[in-house]
């Protein structure tokens, strides 16, 4: 089946540091990617929609210079925290759209726990 | 229009029993409904989908009811097991090629021995 990648599953990082966050699709290529976040005990908030070769597209809310999202190929998108504060503090997660002939649905990845310290 | 009320928030059933989660969406252009089954520290998993042409869809212990008139679908747990406790969302989405999933508010199951 289709396979999601996420590194790194948890990372520490000092205040004022960025931080990188990779999402790969394993087995299938995708031309859309999507970048949430979610708080303790809570649903998945959607932050963002990468498409690879554009712009990805922010939710209302999400600074865009603060969540740099890089969609540079059909099966790797990135998402670079900048400047961390303890507030960005959270588990994020990357799911690619697999709905190709081969795949149906919509694939997670394993999450990454960030801690800002 | 674009929300998914789940309900309920938390549920506690004993083991063999039949938890059952429901949703409801605004938004009739949804045409794609599937449940993601998620454990502490991971990403959510695709548990099962259905699409609104059909009422029903089973796979394995899991089962998705759907009404399409009502605008409501449900997951259903036969025979639940301590391994099923974890944290259930059904989403929902338009079949087009990039578009979002909008998620329920999510169930957390306890299944006891």
């Known amino acids: 089946g289709a396979v999601v990648s996420q590194h790194p599953s948890w990372v520490i990082c000092k205040s004022g540091t960025s931080v990188k966050i990779e999402c790969r699709s394993l087995d299938f290529q995708a031309t859309t990617m999507f970048w949430y976040r979610q708080f303790p005990k809570q649903s998945l908030m959607l932050m963002a929609t990468s498409n690879e070769g554009s712009k990805a597209t922010y939710e209302q809310g999400v600074e865009k210079d603060k969540f740099l999202i890089n969609h540079a190929s059909l099966t790797l998108s990135t998402l670079t925290v900048t400047s961390a504060h303890p507030e960005d503090s959270s588990f994020y997660i990357c799911s690619a759209d697999g709905r190709t002939a081969l795949y149906y649905g919509y694939t997670f990845g394993s999450g990454t726990r960030l801690t800002v310290v | 229009q674009q929300q998914v009320k789940q309900s309920p928030q938390s549920l506690i059933v004993q083991k063999g029993g039949i938890p059952i989660i429901n949703c409801a969406y605004e938004?009739?252009?949804?045409?794609?409904f599937p449940w993601y089954q998620q454990f502490p520290g991971k990403g959510p998993a695709l548990l099962i989908a259905?699409?609104?042409?059909?009422s029903e869809k089973k796979e394995g212990r899991f089962t998705i009811s759907f009404n399409k008139s009502a605008k409501q679908f449900s997951l259903h747990i036969m025979d639940s097991q301590p391994g099923d406790s974890a944290t259930y969302f059904c989403?929902?989405?338009?079949?087009?090629?990039?578009?979002?999933?909008?998620f329920g508010e999510g169930t957390q199951l306890t299944v006891n021995p």
């Open positions: 989403a929902a989405s338009i079949e087009t090629s990039g578009s979002r999933l909008t």
């Open positions: 259905i699409r609104p042409d059909v």
């Open positions: 938004n009739t252009a949804f045409d794609y």
